[in-house]
């Protein structure tokens, strides 16, 4: 059953008294405090140490680590580091629901689905792998505001994305960052802890997600038992160094083989593969490239290769290897299995595609990838309105 918001969790108090209740627990929260007339406080006193209430929002895999080390914590009777767990998740068209959710109900965790975040009193907010940005309103409802599990080490990658532009930009170090959120703006505020750690030669945005999901939880949990002197000692992030981390179109999926190297492709392959395999044209119909390889010196090292003069999305089938060859715009890089109709391996792609074409023509110039265009957002929205007047 699902809980109306409330605007306020517990009786509203003068903002006077309010702000004599609460005392320094708010320095965290400067400039928060709203405008004059708001009444955002509650009338129970702020607790100065454990256990906490902890309201968490969270979604996906990353976030689902998070709500388990939380939970693992509540169970810890003997360190009493949380009291009371409860779970604010997005709408989900699977039955089951985002990771979150699943555990959540799991674990016998209350859960709200937003924009519904229960009624209850609660000290502290944790936010990891949401997407939605909470207003000041909410906000100011937790006497030591909103935390949130950043997967990367601020201000490099603020966004929705960190993960997979860490991977896709080739990033060496990355990390995570425990920071306390801002309204309107994403990962924007003060930085409670920061970790860093090495990326991985090669390592898949996947299996970057594990490493540092369990990194963020365990640092959660230390910002946690020591608080209010954790909110004391924040500082805010470096105004040098921002990038952002935008969410993956399905634009970014299809490979540039007249621009891209070898190296960008292939991680481009490790950072979104897993959730969006690679595309490009064959023969004008849209395949997908399902498992992609380096390609080692002792093949590049093949007369086939190197006898021909070859253009970007030239491919060749290298039955040694049983890899597609294709070119790029440095060198080639390896395709074990397309889909095209259904899944087929390199060698079923060559029996029955390629074979035809070298049956009429030895030139690897005629089996060619071409770059897949999608149309931009205006050029839907002007296909659909063309459509809609023809319809009309």
């Known amino acids: 059953m699902r809980v109306p918001v409330r ?51 969270g979604t996906d895999q990353f976030a689902r680590e998070t709500l388990r080390a939380l939970h693992a914590a509540r169970e810890n009777k003997e360190e009493e580091l949380i009291e009371k767990l409860e779970v604010v998740t997005l709408p989900s068209p699977s039955l089951k629901g985002l990771p979150v959710k699943q555990y959540a109900v799991e674990s016998r965790l ?15 907010g944790v936010v990891a792998s949401f997407g939605r940005l909470l207003s000041e309103t909410l906000i100011l409802k937790f006497p030591y505001g909103v935390l949130n599990v950043h997967p990367s080490c601020l201000p490099r990658w603020r966004g929705p994305a960190p993960i997979i532009h860490t ?58 038992k020591n608080l209010p002197e954790s909110l004391r000692n924040g500082r805010q992030q470096p105004a040098e160094g921002v990038t952002y981390a935008p969410k993956i179109s399905p634009a970014t999926s299809c490979v540039k083989w007249e621009e891209q190297t070898a190296e960008q492709i292939l991680r481009l392959y490790r950072a979104i ?35 021909h003069s070859v253009i970007p999305g030239s491919v060749v089938y290298h039955k040694q290897s049983q890899v597609l060859l294709v070119y790029c715009k440095d060198g080639w890089i390896g395709v074990r299995s397309v889909l095209l109709k259904k899944t087929l391996t390199a060698a079923d792609f060559h029996n029955g595609y390629l074979h035809q074409w070298y049956q009429k023509d030895s030139s690897v110039c005629q089996c060619r990838f071409q770059t897949l265009r999608l149309p931009t957002t205006k050029q839907k929205e002007k296909l659909l309105l063309c459509n809609s007047t023809l319809s009309g």
């Open 110 to 124: 209350p859960v709200h689905e937003w924009p519904c975040v229960g009624a209850g009193d609660f000290d502290v």
């Open 7 to 57: 605007l306020c969790w517990g009786p509203r108090v003068s903002r006077s008294l309010a702000g004599r209740r609460l005392g320094c627990q708010w320095r965290g929260l400067v400039g928060l405090r709203g405008a004059p007339g708001q009444e955002d406080f509650r009338d129970a006193p702020v607790r100065k140490k454990p256990p906490w209430r902890v309201l968490f929002f």
């Open 167 to 224: 991977v896709l930009h080739g990033d060496a170090v990355t990390g995570v960052t425990i920071m306390q959120i801002r309204p309107k703006r994403f990962d924007v505020g003060p930085i409670l802890k920061q970790e860093a750690v090495p990326v991985p030669p090669k390592t898949t945005s996947k299996e970057l997600e594990v490493v540092l999901s369990r990194l963020g939880a365990d640092m959660l949990i230390s910002v946690l």
């Open 273 to 307: 593969g897993n959730i969006a395999p690679l595309q490009t044209l064959w023969m004008e119909k849209t395949i997908k490239l399902l498992d992609l390889v380096e390609v080692n010196n002792s093949v590049l090292e093949d007369p086939k290769l190197t006898g």
